[in-house]
T-cell receptor, first 112, second 113 residues
Framework: GDSVTQMEGPVTLSEEAFLTINCTYTATGYPSLFWYVQYPGEGLQLLLK?????DKGSNKGFEATYRKETTSFHLEKGSVQVSDSAVYFC???????????FGTGTRLTIIP | DAGITQSPRHKVTETGTPVTLRCHQT?????MYWYRQDPGHGLRLIHYSYGVKDTDKGEVSDGYSVSRSKTEDFLLTLESATSSQTSVYFC????????????FGPGTRLTVL
């Protein structure tokens, strides 16, 4: 079945550091891929998405590229801020499937 | 913001009591979902609905039931709560967009003593 494997956390970085959170997936065909972010005490909100191979999703300085050859969708940001502290979830939705499959989440803490 | 509210936002109950959580949406989205979030497990799908009175099970449906009598409301019921059902519950909705983006509510924190 479909699955998402995410980098284990927690991750702690200093402000202005470079961020990478790894995400790989297993699915048949060409799924849609998502990164969701959850700020403390809140629900999940969509950060970015990509629906086909080689697409790059971007938002708020975050980027992720849909890599079919490596079945990956790694999240990157060039210079993190304290306000980026949150839990990040990678997710996929297979074609013809109305459900999302989530990774276990990566807690990110940015220290000033 | 898909206009999703959940009630209650926090609840403490005792083992063996029935509990109903409510999800209300104002976007007329066809699909609605209930997830639970637990450390080390991410989000796991409990049940989902693809229309009024049309529901199906997710991966962790045992001990839960759902009902959807109108488009805007999706109820999750724990018939007899157990301590293993202590969790944060999230409702989500999805419209007819083909990329399957889901919109999430703020969550309900349930504690079963």
């Amino acid at each position: 079945g479909d699955s998402v494997t995410q980098m284990e956390g927690p991750v702690t970085l200093s402000e202005e550091a470079f961020l990478t959170i790894n995400c790989t997936y297993t699915a048949t065909g060409y799924p849609s891929l998502f990164w969701y972010v959850q700020y403390p005490g809140e629900g999940l909100q969509l950060l970015l998405k990509a629906t086909k191979a080689d697409d790059k999703g971007s938002n708020k300085g975050f980027e992720a590229t849909y890599r079919k050859e490596t079945t990956s969708f790694h999240l990157e940001k060039g210079s993190v801020q304290v306000s980026d502290s949150a839990v990040y979830f990678c997710a996929l939705s297979a074609i013809g499937n109305e459900k999302l499959t989530f990774g276990t989440g990566t807690r990110l803490t940015i220290i000033p | 913001d898909a206009g999703i509210t959940q009630s209650p936002r926090h609840k403490v109950t005792e083992t063996g009591t029935p509990v109903t959580l409510r999800c209300h949406q104002t976007e007329n989205h066809r699909y609605m979902y209930w997830y639970r979030q637990d450390p080390g497990h991410g989000l796991r799908l409990i049940h989902y609905s693809y229309g009024v009175k049309d529901t199906d099970k997710g991966e962790v449906s045992d001990g839960y039931s759902v009902s959807r009598s109108k488009t805007e409301d999706f109820l999750l019921t724990l018939e007899s709560a157990t301590s293993s059902q202590t969790s944060v519950y999230f409702c989500a909705t999805k419209g007819l967009a083909t990329d399957n983006e889901q919109f999430f509510g703020p969550g309900t924190r349930l504690t079963v003593l």
